[in-house]
């Protein structure tokens, strides 16, 4: 079984909508990211996670926002989905003390 | 701040050929430093990463880089390319002060002609 599981993988949905994806880990890990990928643009931060009760913003939060409801499981919402919120979504976690991160397989998020 | 820069944003190698894909960092100490895989359809898997110790670093699939603190570079190579090797790469760099954060570069994408 994957150490790293997003649900769903691909989805389809329409401006407006509130939509969320899904992360959940078996690794034991207390680190916990979200990342969007855009074509070009690499890999960028949008909240992280150190533990339950710790919840920060990365680079690019502004119409995200996530719930970490376990240390197994954290959850990212888009409360009014836009067409440039159109991406792959990654979910990683991390030893604390090496931080190397292990990825999920992504999420295909279309807002049309 | 940290950042990481990849030159290249495709590549195309013939099999069998080497292959050496460049990042530069920027970071005021120590950094570490990650090379992550991404094949078609999947998330990143690491393959290699430097902590301290020995610059020349092994990791999986026969993959190695080389930590230049000279030249701020962590470069990657591979002797020989096997069509399997056809992904985009990434380029990381963390830093324990820094929140444990790590940093991607824009990836570059490697074609491996038969």
């Known amino acids: 079984d994957a150490d790293v599981t997003q649900t769903p993988r691909n989805r389809i949905t329409k401006t407006g909508k509130r939509i969320m994806l899904e992360c959940s880990q078996t690794?034991?890990?207390?680190?916990m990211y979200w990342y969007r990928q855009d074509p070009g643009l690499g890999l960028r931060l949008i909240y992280y996670?150190?533990?339950?009760?710790?919840?920060n913003k990365g680079e690019i939060s502004d119409g995200y926002s996530v719930s970490r409801q376990a240390q197994a499981k954290f959850s990212l919402s888009l409360e009014s989905a836009i067409p440039n919120q159109t991406a792959l979504y990654f979910c990683?976690?991390?030893?604390?003390?090496?931080?190397?991160?292990?990825f999920g397989p992504g999420t295909r998020l279309t807002v049309l | 701040a940290q950042s990481v820069t990849q030159p290249d944003i495709h590549i195309t190698v013939s099999e069998g050929a080497s292959l050496e894909l460049r990042c530069n960092y920027s970071?005021?100490?120590?950094?570490?430093l990650f090379w992550y895989v991404q094949s078609p359809g999947q998330g990143l898997q690491l393959l290699l990463k430097?902590?301290?110790?020995?610059?020349l670093v092994q990791g999986i699939k026969g993959f190695e880089a080389e930590f230049k603190r000279s030249q701020s570079s962590f470069n990657l190579r591979k002797p020989s390319v096997h069509w399997s090797d056809a992904a985009e790469y990434f380029c990381?760099?963390?830093?324990?002060?820094?929140?444990?954060?790590?940093?991607f570069g824009d990836g570059t994408t490697l074609t491996v002609k038969p």
């Open positions: 990683a976690t991390s030893d604390a003390a090496l931080d190397t991160q292990y």
């Open positions: 690794k034991g890990h207390d680190r």
């Open positions: 996670s150190f533990d339950v009760k710790d919840i």
């Open positions: 970071y005021g100490a120590t950094p570490y």
């Open positions: 430097y902590f301290s110790g020995d610059t």
């Open positions: 990381a760099v963390g830093a324990r002060t820094n929140a444990g954060k790590s940093t």
